[in-house]
Nanobody, 124 residues
Framework: QVQLVESGGGLVQAGGSLRLPCAAS????????MGWFRQAPGKEREFVAA????????DYADSVKGRFTISKNNAEKSVYLQMNSLKPEDTADYYC?????????????????WGQGTQVTVSS
């Protein structure tokens, strides 16, 4: 079992920045792939970004490419989402996700473990 705890959400004006940390704990045997997803009111959950612990490869949704950066700290079992140039359409609940995997490329689907979510609101 892997437990995930997110933090760092809040209210920010358009053009501002936020950093979302996610800490993993529990029985982690091997490598992880970790990702961030978001769900806006009335919409389905969507992929935002992901990183592979093995090699550090990253993947981003087109809507956030160039504005968001995902990074990891293997020793701390943590992943971070740095969000810059925020837009009102980035408003959503953001969820950290993880899957035990030795894949070099982080997937956009199939995550088994999820955090409780943190709310991000971007005002115009």
């Amino acid at each position: 079992q892997v437990q995930l705890v997110e933090s760092g959400g809040g209210l920010v004006q358009a053009g501002g920045s936020l950093r979302l940390p996610c800490a993993a704990s529990g029985r982690i045997l091997g490598n992880l792939v970790m990702g961030w997803f978001r769900q806006a009111p009335g919409k389905e959950r969507e992929f935002v970004a992901a990183v592979s612990w093995r090699g550090g490869s990253t993947d981003y949704a087109d809507s956030v490419k160039g504005r968001f950066t995902i990074s990891k700290n293997n020793a701390e079992k943590s992943v971070y989402l740095q969000m810059n140039s925020l837009k009102p359409e980035d408003t959503a609940d953001y969820y950290c996700a993880a899957q035990i995997s030795s894949s070099w490329s982080p997937p956009r689907y199939g995550y088994a473990y999820w955090g409780q979510g943190t709310q991000v609101t971007v005002s115009s």
